[in-house]
């Protein structure tokens, strides 16, 4: 195995310093002139006849990093041949590693749930460039200042690139104590697994415990698909509610009971009030008749873990946000919007509906709320969302509703939007008049500088109007 | 470099036309003739002239099963390849007829072998449909590369020395990258008769410095074929596979 000293020069690359490595590979630091951000070298272990699947893990962490972009992944640099000297050069991202972070578990709910949000919102980003990344654990996420970065796409899978590593391995590939039942059963491929692995990381930063402990054999792999970990706030019992059911929704063993994706996770975690805890739990079969019933009961250990749905992932948007004026009361407008709302989340039955109004402050720092008076305008404003929403008739876990206070209705709704990685954003759009076309209309500004699609409805003009 | 490789144009004029044009606009250093000239579609003379030409300017072009039977007056054959096996023998005058015979069973370019149905016995015309066939195709040759057609589905299988061949389907017209560790066979669906659901012309473009592969999809005037199809006479079926694109 080749020898590398700080100083070397491989590639244009030079050598600064060995960082602490892996049983996988060595890092060191390295500087370039050809690239302005910081670089480090990832030269895998690639000894001669030894495991071919450490070499193709190398070759597809190489395909997966050059297709990936964004703040959430390291950059790419370059690659060096496997017939020269191989290795990957990217972004050094400088940050706190989660696997330190974990080590002072519990954690405070809140600080969970802050962490929980930026890794979800980093898995939203992944799942969205079509790779899965299974293999998420605390050590492969650094808390960046610039957001949540997921490193070692060594396991990683690319919904449009051939799974070379899969088809060569028959066990189970993943950490222990964070690998999804579907994963322990071989399948690889769908973005449910990685919310598993999310909810055992935030279940760690809660409990401070593994939910799984860190089982060395198969058999002890595969016991999560049939026992249910002890529930969260039984080991502590400061966990609010909310917080365990995110959790254990993400560690459902049927997938199809998981969060649809990350931008559901990222949603609840960042509006607790919004989460419905009355959800069913997993009832582990208990008592000495669940136990004699077991005995005879043989489950197909596939149809535990349910079917994927990630196919559906592209059917529509997971979260749609509808922006209504209610200041003048429900509208014909505000009632097109309810229309045009309906349509956008026909086009998949799992969506979930995120309803925004804007309660309008005159200056900043301006907070309505501060008195009695502003919060019953508040509350008014609250059940006339709700009651505008009503004809919907969604269940209360695919609904949430948000009076924001703001100077800007435009930017409320935007940010918004992009703090919880919604989809489409509805809106409407009042007839065109000199002022709005002086001073830009909401739904205009939403339209320029919205990150996902937007819908603008208006009412049909009237003949007469526009003489 | 990039090569283009186009199978099964099956006498297809409308199809070869844009896909020969799609070809050029991609920048193609190098072009394929993966077999199956003839047979099935209503433009024999028309395409064997234009391969003919290609040929002149440097292109590859190796024979197919039904460029043999046409060439060699073969009757083995599906009923409706038969019928039109024959029809299209009457249509080619003696040079085109010569040139379909003279034409290779494989090439070698180095390290790509170019065969239209399989590596193992070319001239048996075999079907690679499952990872077994592909297995003995790839273990009949030691080339890196192996370009077969003949099954009009686009396919690909990686091959890790000492393992089974694992099997993927290539989207349209998204790049896949080649392995470092592994030999290649890839299918390249039709030019002039998709089986695959999509009545889209296919063909391959190889990108031997990004070591990928794509398989890129044009939609061309099949109704027009099929008119002609159904003007020479020729079985109604041929005409409504190319809607269908089964």
Redesign the interface.
């Known amino acids: 195995m080749q020898r590398f000293e700080p100083g070397a020069i491989i590639d244009g690359f030079e050598l600064v310093e060995k960082l602490p490595s892996g049983g996988m590979a060595e890092l060191w630091r390295a500087t370039s002139q050809q690239f302005d951000f910081p670089l480090v070298l990832k030269f895998p272990f690639l000894d001669p006849g030894g495991d071919v699947s450490v070499i193709l893990g190398f070759e597809m962490e190489e395909l997966i990093l050059k297709r990936l972009s964004g703040p959430h992944v390291p950059r790419f640099a370059a690659s060096g041949s496997l017939a020269r000297i191989p290795y990957i050069a990217m972004e050094f991202v400088a940050g706190r590693s989660l696997a330190g972070v974990i080590r002072d578990a519990p954690q405070a709910p809140d600080e969970v749930a802050r962490i929980g949000a930026e890794i979800a919102k980093a898995l939203a980003a992944l799942h969205r460039q079509k790779v899965v990344h299974l293999d998420l654990k605390p050590e492969n996420v650094i808390l960046a200042e610039r957001a949540a970065v997921l490193l070692d796409f060594g396991l990683a899978r690319h919904a449009e690139l051939p799974d070379l590593l899969g088809a060569e391995s028959s066990v189970p590939m993943g950490s222990a104590a964070y690998i999804s039942p579907e994963q322990v059963l071989g399948e690889r491929g769908d973005p449910a697994s990685d919310l598993f692995a999310l909810g055992c990381i935030l279940y760690k930063l809660a409990t401070g415990e593994e939910p799984f402990g860190r089982p060395a054999t198969f058999a002890g792999m595969k016991r999560r698909l049939y026992h249910a970990p002890k529930a969260p706030r039984e080991i502590n019992g400061a966990i609010p509610r909310w917080l365990e059911a995110i959790i254990l929704r993400c560690m459902e063993v049927d997938r199809s009971d998981r969060y649809v994706d990350a931008a559901h996770v990222l949603s609840d975690l960042r509006n607790p009030d919004q989460v419905v805890v009355t959800r069913r739990h997993r009832v582990g079969h208990t008592g000495a008749w669940a136990a004699i019933r077991n005995l005879f009961r043989k489950p197909d250990d596939k149809s535990l873990v349910g079917r994927s749905k990630s196919s559906k992932l592209e059917a529509g948007p997971s979260i749609v946000l509808a922006a209504v004026d209610l200041a003048n009361g429900s509208d014909a407008l505000a009632s097109e919007v309810l229309n045009e709302t309906a349509h956008v989340l026909a086009s998949r039955e799992d969506s979930w509906l995120a309803c925004v109004t804007v309660l309008k402050t005159e200056i900043i720092g301006d907070a309505p709320t501060a008195d009695e008076s502003g919060r019953s305008a508040y509350l008014k404003r609250l059940v006339a969302l709700k009651d505008w929403a009503r004809p919907l008739h969604l269940p209360e876990d695919r609904i949430s509703y948000h009076v924001l206070e703001a100077v800007s209705p435009a930017d409320a709704i935007l940010n918004y939007a992009e703090h919880n990685d919604v989809g489409h954003i509805v809106v409407g759009a009042r007839a065109s008049s000199a002022i709005r076309r002086h001073l830009g209309s909401v739904s205009t500004k939403v339209v320029a500088r919205a990150l996902c699609s937007v819908s603008v409805v208006r009412l049909k003009a009237i003949e007469e109007q526009k003489r | 470099m990039r090569i283009a490789i186009l199978s099964d144009v099956h006498a297809n004029r409308e199809a070869f036309d844009v896909v020969l044009e799609a070809a050029r606009e991609r920048g193609t250093d190098q072009l394929v003739l993966l077999g199956d000239l003839v047979g099935y579609g209503p433009d024999p003379v028309y395409v064997v002239e234009k391969a003919a030409d290609l040929v002149d300017q440097g292109a590859l072009c190796i024979m197919g099963n039904h460029d043999e039977a046409v060439a060699l007056n073969r009757g083995d054959m599906t009923e409706n390849a038969r019928v039109a096996s024959r029809w299209t023998r009457e249509r080619l005058a003696p040079v085109h007829v010569d040139f379909l015979a003279r034409l290779p069973l494989s090439l070698q370019s180095e390290d790509r072998l170019y065969v239209h149905a399989s590596a193992e016995r070319p001239g048996k015309w075999l079907y690679i449909r499952d990872v077994d066939a592909a297995d003995r195709c790839l273990s009949s040759s030691k080339s890196r590369f192996i370009f077969c057609g003949h099954t009009h589905i686009p396919a690909?299988y990686?091959a890790?020395?000492g393992?089974r061949p694992?099997y993927?389907k290539p989207?349209d017209n998204?790049a896949?990258?080649f392995?470092?560790?592994?030999r290649h066979l890839v299918i390249v669906g039709a030019v002039g008769q998709p089986r695959d659901g999509n009545p889209a012309a296919c063909f391959a473009l190889v990108d031997t410095e990004r070591h990928e592969v794509s398989m890129i999809r044009v939609p061309y005037d099949h109704e027009e074929t099929a008119r002609k199809i159904a003007a020479f006479g020729l079985p109604a079926w041929l005409g409504m596979r190319l809607k269908i694109g089964r």
Do not use: K
Request: glycine share 0%; aromatic share 14%.
């Open positions: 690909l990686y890790l020395p393992r694992i993927f989207l998204v896949v990258p392995s470092i560790l592994s």
